[in-house]
């Protein structure tokens, strides 16, 4: 394939090294040149040859309050590349946007260029959104429900969806009915579609998208599990059932639990708040877990474990739940006994809200959210 300009063919590999050398605002523009240069940028051959050329990037999500609405906005930062024996990191401003009214509970995902916080998702590289629509509701009369809410990609088909498990919870009788629904963004209709899901449970924590798959933490009659949900299939099933001591980690100890992506496959880590320490376990199909990972030389920061960077050291990264002052992330050296703070340089005011967030990996995406 090659694209023709101005009686010139260039083939495509030089037009893709060109394209990866040029920053996200100009991208974005050249999107509304043609239908070709469209297909061409918003394509995911394009899209992995620039993560190639930009890897470990970081993509931040700082919340402030937008002086002429008095909304909460979300303003979106990337580093142009993360350099692990550097203290200070350079960013790019992409967008900003002004965020609806949510529940702190919600989650915030970053799946492959995309961003779902709340009832949004959005794209941070163009700043456009799109609200989800209303959940259908089973039920005939006012009933308390929780909403548990996972975002993911399927690489087969080039989609992004949403699950959301509901739970209805009648009081008088002691009972719970779940109900499975996925909305798929940019189908037709733009509704939530019901789902069947033979596998009771419970999930107790947020979800991770890898390679076409969300999983997720879930109790189920007996015991605890790490679920799985096929984004192509649409189909659950229990990846693998947890050993009676992360059921104790679990529930019994105060500190936090986080999913993280170690070199392609799910680590539960668990982070103490009692003692500074840190245990990671890598999950295995069908298997239980085994640790990979115990530490106690923490320093006395309470920091959520953000994720485990992709090369042979793997190397740690704590981010902060707010970033009052400055925007720091703070590296470990997995095979050391090193932290270093690596500051963020962003151009912009330096008291941002609780609720700002941090997300390894950032890929730009240029794909339409609507």
């Not at 949510?102 to 799109?130: A, F, H, M, Q, W």
């Not at 629904?181 to 991770?208: M, Y």
Request: glycine letters at 4%; aromatic letters at 12%; proline letters at 5%.
């Amino acid at each position: 394939m090659s694209l023709h300009l101005c009686n010139n063919v260039i083939p495509l590999d030089l037009l893709f090294e060109i394209l990866s050398l040029l920053p996200s605002k100009s991208l974005a523009r050249f999107m509304a040149v043609s239908k070709s240069w469209q297909e061409i940028i918003s394509s995911k051959s394009f899209i992995r040859s620039r993560s190639l050329t930009h890897p470990l990037r970081f993509l931040l999500a700082l919340h402030d309050t937008d002086d002429q609405t008095g909304r909460l906005s979300c303003s979106f930062f990337s580093s142009s590349s993360l350099l692990l024996s550097s203290t200070s990191i350079p960013t790019n401003f992409l967008s900003r946007i002004i965020l609806p009214l949510r529940k702190p509970s919600d989650p915030t995902y970053y799946v492959n260029g995309l961003l779902n916080i709340g009832e949004i998702i959005c794209n941070p590289c163009t700043g456009e959104t799109v609200y989800l629509p209303e959940l259908v509701d089973r039920t005939t009369r006012s009933t308390p429900r929780l909403d548990e809410r996972f975002f993911g990609y399927d690489p087969v088909n080039n989609q992004y969806k949403e699950l959301c498990i509901t739970r209805y919870i009648n009081i008088a009788e002691h009972k719970t009915t779940n109900y499975y629904q996925v909305f798929t963004l940019g189908a037709e209709p733009k509704t939530w579609r019901f789902i069947d899901c033979g596998i009771r449970h419970r999930p107790w924590s947020n979800g991770l998208c890898i390679d076409g798959f969300v999983y997720y933490i879930a109790s189920l009659d007996k015991g605890m599990c790490l679920m799985r949900f096929d984004l192509n299939s649409e189909r659950f099933d229990v990846f693998a059932r947890l050993s009676e001591k992360m059921d104790t980690l679990f529930f019994l100890d105060e500190g936090s639990k986080t999913l993280i992506n170690y070199h392609g496959k799910v680590a539960i880590a668990i982070r103490r708040f009692q003692v500074p320490s840190v245990e990671l376990f890598v999950v295995k199909a069908g298997k239980q877990e085994y640790k990979v990972k115990s530490f106690d030389n923490l320093p006395q920061l309470h920091l959520p474990i953000k994720g485990v960077t992709n090369n042979h050291m793997s190397d740690m990264i704590f981010a902060p739940i707010d970033s009052r002052g400055e925007v720091n992330v703070i590296h470990h050296d997995l095979l050391g006994a090193s932290f270093t703070k690596m500051t963020f340089e962003v151009d912009a005011k330096s008291e941002w809200e609780i609720g700002s967030n941090y997300f390894m990996g950032y890929v730009e995406s240029y794909a339409a959210v609507s």
